[in-house]
């Protein structure tokens, strides 16, 4: 029969994705952890790993027993803080996603302090850009941004932002600036890949959709804001991404207010069962910090 320290050893090689890594960190021989793999695959008659001289990968089974495991060494690591008898810090994987800006320019910054107190925590983050599902992709948390649509997720709202078009200084010497909403015809844009059309409020203040043809299209926010830095055209960020070029003047608003609800609060969210408990709510923590900065 296997032990619970077996079962934190395949989730140890299967983070660290070999023998020699996962024995650094848990502090055991490679022997040791080797022997714990073997043990645990006789003892459950199915392959956990794909080996190779250099690393392991996951069978299928493999994937699902560790999403089993990882939650049931959560379950237990709640139980012992519960009753006193465990530790604090927090240990186990933490997948959370969200956009690149926020990660680079929020997130990091505040991360090391959190990570100081807790070592054994594991934090994988998915930065895209795109609409992430948590359950469908596995994600146990996400910062998101915008109007939320209905569901069973927990949404606790971090700050207010909004959305704005800004432009290099530089821009504006080779094209002008634009008087009206008109104008933005006239210019060059960098956009994200859905970013083409977008509502407008007209000079009588009516909701109007605009189409723009882009100049370049990127997949990623934060090579958008580097994009508008260097002059490259208009584009339309949130008022929180851009902070710092707005303060020091590499970037500025064009046509304050014409976007139609352009509001765009910054959330965190997770799934009402979430299974994560203590790690979800310290990552919250952390998502506090760097927002009320």
């Known amino acids: 029969m296997y032990s619970i320290p077996d079962l934190q050893t395949f989730v140890a090689v299967a983070r660290y994705g070999g023998i020699t890594s996962a024995a650094g960190q848990l502090g055991i021989s490679a022997a040791t952890t080797s022997h714990r793999i073997t043990k645990l695959e006789q003892a459950l008659t199915v392959t956990l790993f794909h080996r190779n001289s250099r690393t392991f990968r996951l069978t299928d089974e493999g994937q699902l027993f560790l999403e089993r495991v990882d939650v049931i060494l959560e379950d237990l690591q ?26 680079s320019r929020f ?21 895209v850009d795109r609409f992430v599902p948590l359950v469908e992709e596995r994600q146990d948390c ?16 971090l700050c207010d932002n909004d959305r704005i078009i800004c432009a290099s200084p530089s821009l504006f010497g080779a094209f002008g600036e634009p008087d009206t909403v ?19 409020n007209d000079a009588k203040g009516r909701k109007r ?8 299209a990127v997949s990623n926010s934060d090579m958008l804001t580097v994009g508008a830095v260097e002059g490259l055209g208009l584009v339309i960020k949130s008022r929180m991404a851009v902070r710092e070029e707005l303060e020091a003047g590499t970037l500025a608003e064009v046509l304050p207010g014409c976007l139609h609800a352009p509001e765009a609060p910054i959330w965190f969210v997770f799934a009402a ?13 952390v998502a506090k910090s760097a927002f009320g900065r």
């Open 107 to 127: 997130i990091m910054p505040v991360l090391g302090e959190f990570r100081t107190e807790n070592p054994d925590l594991t934090i994988e983050f998915l930065a």
């Open 78 to 103: 709640q139980a012992e803080f519960d009753v006193g008898s465990g530790t604090a810090k927090l240990r186990g994987h933490l997948r959370v996603t969200m956009s690149p800006w926020i990660l």
């Open 142 to 157: 996400a910062i998101r941004v915008g109007r939320l649509a209905d569901s069973s997720l927990v949404a606790q709202k």
């Open 273 to 285: 069962e979430s299974r994560t408990g203590r790690k979800t709510k310290a990552f919250h923590e």
């Open 182 to 200: 008109e104008d933005l015809r006239d210019f060059p844009w960098v956009c994200l890949p859905w970013q083409t059309r977008f509502d407008v």
């Open 209 to 216: 959709q605009y189409s723009v043809a882009r100049s370049i």
